[in-house]
Nanobody, 122 residues
Framework: VQLQASGGGLVQPGGSLRLTCAPA??????YAWFRQAPGKEREFVAA????????FYTDSVKGRFTVSRDNAAKTLRLEMNSLKPEDTAVYYC??????????????????WGQGTLVTVSS
């Protein structure tokens, strides 16, 4: 199974970007986005259950980011609006079968994409 993330780039504060992750292979129970800013640890951003039974966000992106998945196309998306400089990071998509209590933990995901850089700057 391989994940291919794309859509990153340079955007001004307040702007928008859409990240896409194209999983290949078997379908996992959950798909997620994580990010890692320079000099910081990788952090959870958002996750979605393939069954549609749950969507999860970290507090700092609620109301600004939207995670979705096209199950037929097996494509994961992250719509990012009202971007802030603190959103600057490498964004990774991930797939796995975590239980709900573990859905924000990076170690719960088995497969990772290569990362796509998002830079928010004027």
């Amino acid at each position: 199974v391989q994940l291919q993330a794309s859509g990153g780039g340079l955007v001004q504060p307040g702007g928008s970007l859409r990240l896409t992750c194209a999983p290949a292979g078997r379908t996992f129970r959950s798909y997620a986005w994580f990010r890692q800013a320079p000099g910081k640890e990788r952090e959870f951003v958002a996750a979605i259950r393939t069954s549609g039974s749950g969507i999860f966000y970290t507090d700092s992106v609620k109301g600004r980011f939207t995670v979705s998945r096209d199950n037929a196309a097996k494509t994961l998306r992250l719509e990012m609006n009202s971007l802030k400089p603190e959103d600057t990071a490498v964004y990774y998509c991930a797939a796995g079968d975590p239980i709900t209590s573990n859905i924000r933990a990076s170690e719960a995901y088995r497969v990772w994409g290569q990362g796509t850089l998002v830079t928010v700057s004027s």
